[in-house]
Nanobody, 120 residues
Framework: QVQLVESGGGLVHAGGSLRLSCAAS????????MSWYRQAPGKELELVAT????????NYADSVKGRFTISRDNAKNTVYLQMNSLKPEDTAVYYC?????????????WGQGTQVTVSS
């Protein structure tokens, strides 16, 4: 059974920091690209950051560049999102996402989400 379990969310003042973690089980973690998405109330799901499986290349949404850092520890089957200089507009539920494509087959999984609230 595949599980992605996020943790680290909470309430923080603007300008503060949080570190989200997503622990994976039931998959060969090192073979999956990992991403963080977020969804704010009344808004669409937004891709925040991605890290590739093999070489750890990262990509970020423009809205978080320079403030957020995605990283992974394959030995711990965990992906992280370090969030600095948080803004009220970063308030959202943050979801962990794992994806692997093998030929024409796509294997993907979502975590349950963790709430991040940034107060002004």
């Amino acid at each position: 059974q595949v599980q992605l379990v996020e943790s680290g969310g909470g309430l923080v003042h603007a300008g503060g920091s949080l570190r989200l973690s997503c622990a994976a089980s039931g998959i060969t973690f090192s073979t999956y690209a990992m991403s963080w998405y977020r969804q704010a109330p009344g808004k669409e799901l937004e891709l925040v950051a991605t890290i590739t499986s093999t070489d750890g290349v990262t990509n970020y949404a423009d809205s978080v560049k320079g403030r957020f850092t995605i990283s992974r520890d394959n030995a711990k089957n965990t992906v992280y999102l370090q969030m600095n200089s948080l803004k009220p507009e970063d308030t959202a539920v943050y979801y962990c996402y794992a994806v692997r494509v093998v030929l024409t087959w796509k294997y993907d999984y979502w975590g349950q989400g963790t709430q991040v609230t940034v107060s002004s």
